[in-house]
């Protein structure tokens, strides 16, 4: 609950002053960029959690397969944000 509040709180907190310190046009390209970088990002994940979830529940009790699972998923998710970087790089301009 604590982690949520603080989730809501942090941008109520941050946003005036980025708006003062960014002015207004400087604050609709950084606003822009993030979206775009959202949608990366989204895209990176590709519904590893829920999968990885299901894969690892699968095998919990053979170490062998819980460990190879693991490394597939990580390496999956490593390969995907290493794709997604390289995207976000070629597509938003500074």
Do not use: H
């Not at 708006?19 to 949608?39: C, E, H, P, Q």
């Not at 299901?54 to 490394?71: E, G, H, M, T, W």
């Amino acid at each position: 609950m604590l982690y949520q509040l603080v989730n809501l709180l942090i941008p109520l907190i941050t946003l005036p002053y980025l708006t003062r310190v960014l002015n207004a046009d400087n604050m609709g390209v950084y606003t822009y960029n993030f979206t775009i970088i959202s949608y990366f990002l989204i895209f990176a994940t590709l519904g590893s959690n829920i999968y990885g979830s299901r894969k690892i529940a699968y095998v919990r009790n053979n170490l062998d397969d819980l460990s190879k699972n693991f490394i597939e998923i990580q390496l999956f998710r490593t390969i995907m944000v290493i794709v997604t970087l390289i995207l976000i790089f070629l597509k938003v301009k500074y």
